[in-house]
Nanobody, 121 residues
C-alpha cells in the first residue's frame, strides 16, 4: 500500500507542471486527496484538496485560479495542474489521503514521498 507523488521538475516563471499522485495497493477514490508543499525554511502548507464524496475541490488563496486538481479513476491517480507558476511556488509537493478535505495535516494518514518543483529562470 503506497502513495507516490511524481511529476515535479524545473520550470520557468509563467510555466506549467502537472504533478501526479498515484495509489498502489488501494483505491484513491475512497479518500480525499490533499496536496501540500514545503519550501526550504518554511512550514508545510496546504495547497489543494479533492473530496471523495462529491468531487468538491479546494485551493489555498495563493494558488486559486492558477492550480486545478482532478482525478483519473482508471489510473488511480490524482493530478495537480499548476499553471502560471511563480518562484514562490517552488517547494517539495506532497500528496496525502484523508477521509475528507481539511487543511489540518494531522487528519491525513498516508503521505507520498514528495516531488520537487523548482521555478526559476
Amino acid at each position: 500500500v503506497q502513495l507516490q507523488a511524481s511529476g515535479g521538475g524545473l520550470v520557468q516563471p509563467g510555466g506549467s507542471l502537472r504533478p501526479s499522485c498515484a495509489g498502489s495497493g488501494f483505491s484513491l477514490e475512497h479518500y480525499a486527496i490533499g496536496w501540500f508543499r514545503q519550501a526550504p525554511g518554511k512550514v508545510r502548507e496546504g495547497v489543494s484538496c479533492v473530496s471523495s464524496s462529491d468531487g468538491s475541490t479546494y485551493f489555498a488563496d495563493s494558488v486559486r485560479g492558477r492550480f486545478t486538481i482532478s482525478r483519473d479513476y482508471a489510473k488511480n491517480t490524482v493530478y495537480l495542474q499548476m499553471n502560471s507558476l511563480k518562484p514562490e511556488d517552488a517547494a517539495v509537493y506532497y500528496c496525502a489521503t484523508a477521509w475528507d478535505c481539511t487543511w489540518s495535516q494531522g487528519e491525513y494518514d498516508r503521505w507520498g514521498q514528495g516531488t520537487l518543483v523548482t521555478v526559476s529562470s
